[in-house]
């Protein structure tokens, strides 16, 4: 059964930094797509960006581009979200999913189209 569980979440001030983990269990890492989501609550949950497991290449929401960064160990079967110059709209509950499907394409950040997620993790910006 694959399982995610992230962690790393917690409480920042604006203009300041985080990197969130996501450690993936019970599956082959090979030719997976890893997204990062968050949600704040009474929100629709939104797409922060993707890698592929198998080249690690990114996709990023515009939101979020050129502040997140999105990598991957595959011999850790790890996924990390590195955060930087956080604003108090990036406050919500970050959660990783994760799909195995031929072809599909990193910049697909439908929730539904992801098959496991992990828990969440809570991030808080203060201003």
């Known amino acids: 059964e694959a399982q995610l569980v992230e962690s790393g979440g917690g409480l920042v001030q604006a203009g300041g930094s985080l990197r969130l983990s996501c450690a993936a269990s019970?599956?082959?890492?090979?030719?997976?797509?890893i997204g990062w989501f968050r949600q704040v609550p009474g929100k629709e949950r939104e797409g922060v960006g993707c890698?592929?497991?198998?080249?690690?290449?990114?996709y990023y929401a515009d939101s979020v581009k050129g502040r997140f960064t999105i990598s991957l160990d595959n011999a850790k079967k790890t996924v990390y979200l590195q955060m930087n110059s956080l604003k108090p709209e990036d406050t919500a509950v970050y959660s990783c999913?994760?799909?195995?499907?031929?072809?599909?394409?990193?910049?697909?950040?439908?929730?539904?189209?992801?098959?496991?997620w992990g828990q969440g993790t809570q991030v808080t910006v203060s201003s």
């Open positions: 999913a994760a799909v195995y499907r031929p072809h599909f394409s990193i910049s697909n950040l439908g929730q539904y189209d992801y098959d496991y």
């Open positions: 019970g599956f082959f890492f090979d030719d997976w797509a």
């Open positions: 890698i592929s497991s198998s080249d690690h290449s990114t």
